[in-house]
């Protein structure tokens, strides 16, 4: 072996002495290691982790939710896609528990986080639960999705983010608004990716149009949850987005989408809240409890495992 | 820093600086023919109270190459004689593919893999970001292996977050791309 070998990444992979491959149980670097995770002056550090954990939840449950997907795609190209879609989305979930876990006083990491809360204790919006019923209804609800993160980062990035519009200052959490720039590279990549296939789709053959139309209309009832302005955002002025603001421009994005489609925007109400609460409160589909099971199924097994 | 300090005399540099090189002198594990300094992910070497901080970036959000690296670097700074050695991440500002260096280009070519253009990232006018609907390049990316610019991209992503699939439709090979973000 030469002394470059024994540096070698692939090499410490193989080693039996360090903790380190990449699940449940590993003791994983903290994604945060060493970034000044304090809050700042003024900030509700309740609502800060609550905010993190909204936005951590969705990436976390969406990102589950499009690896289910692995191996059932039409081809290799659009499995390598929904492979690094997912990994991104993950990435994001990691750091957004992490800052939720120091924030809130508890330290739980993000392993803790994930595999150890009960379905009532998520706040993810209901939109990223159900499985998908076709191809159509997965580009269809990445686009949803991606389209509104993607307009929710910018905001919290701000413009000394790069990805943010000028003259928008950003969250007031430094962390939230690192996370968010680097976040809103990769979904605006995830937008134009599902976008391109809602258009082929929508623009294809009679069949692939029919079934896309169809897709959009078993989304959009989950649509309307994601502009409504909750409890949590109004405690956290400048910190949080407002998501109600960012109606306007999702529309405008779907719109050119759905124009390019031909496909019309269904006219859906919107999925009913259960006593006036939804996913952001803990209320969540029937769906999300089996994708809950099979998300967690090994760490409650075996809560302590390390390999 | 007793022994840091022998380490960099070694080199005939301050021990801040002789750390730096052999961190920088990482190999990326997804990119290994690029180094981490090539990459433009090493972000900082510094003294700190007689321990060496190292901080690094990731390139996208997911990227499970950061923990490998920063293992990597403590083992070599520790055989260098550095035995108090912080890794940190630093995510602001988000990492570009600008910040890949020239060597690192180079070395990308030389790879068969087309690096980012010299164009950069699409730079951003105020408001929202403009959508892509269709799947051509914003700016042409040249075959790496015949030079050609006559080339389409065959998918946005790659085998690594940071890539993406393109074609030369002159001498038909596939070829590999770091995407411009």
Known sequence: ?307 | MVTAARAGNKHGLDPVSAAREIAGAVPDPELPMLTVADLGILRDVSAEEGCLVVTITPTYSGCPALREIALDVRRRLGQAGYVDVAVRTALAPAWSSDWITAEGRRKLLAAGIAPPTSQGPARRSPGPVPLTLTAAPRTPVACPLCGSADTAQTAAFGATACKALYRCQRCHEPFEHVKDI
């Open chain 1, 1 to 307: 072996m030469t002394d470059e070998d024994e540096f070698s990444a692939y090499q410490s992979l193989a080693e039996e002495t360090e903790d380190h491959r990449w699940a449940f149980g590993t003791g994983f670097t903290d994604p945060l290691a060493g970034i000044d995770t304090s809050v700042p002056d003024g900030v509700d550090a309740g609502a800060l982790a609550a905010y993190c954990l909204m936005l951590g939840d969705d990436a976390l449950v969406y990102s589950h939710r499009l690896q289910q997907w692995m191996t059932h795609m039409p081809e290799l190209e659009e499995e390598t896609a929904l492979a690094n879609i997912a990994l991104d989305l993950l990435g994001q979930a990691r750091m957004l528990l992490a800052r939720a876990g120091r924030a809130d006083g508890t330290g739980r990491d993000e392993d803790q986080l994930a595999f150890f809360r009960s379905e009532g204790e998520f706040r993810n919006v209901r939109l990223v639960e159900p499985p998908d019923g076709d191809f159509a209804e997965l580009v269809g609800r990445l686009l949803v999705f991606s389209a509104w993160r993607l307009a929710l980062f910018t905001r919290l990035a701000g413009s000394e983010g790069l990805a943010g519009p000028a003259g928008v200052a950003g969250s007031r959490d430094p962390v939230l608004a690192a996370i968010a720039a680097k976040g809103a590279k990769e979904l605006a990549y995830h937008r134009d990716y599902a976008a391109q296939w809602v258009i082929r789709l929508g623009d294809g053959t009679p069949l692939s149009h029919h079934r896309m139309q169809a897709a959009l209309a078993a989304i959009w009832p989950l649509t309307g949850e994601l502009f409504e302005t909750h409890a949590v955002e109004r405690a956290l002025p400048g910190v949080a987005a407002d998501p109600a603001e960012l109606r306007a421009e999702v529309d405008a994005v779907l719109g050119t989408v759905l124009a390019a489609a031909t496909l019309d925007r269904p006219q859906a109400a919107s999925l009913a809240r259960v006593a006036g609460r939804s996913g952001r409160d803990g209320v969540h589909t029937e769906a999300f409890g089996y994708l809950l099971a099979e998300l967690q199924s090994v760490a409650r097994a075996h809560p302590d495992a390390t390999w």
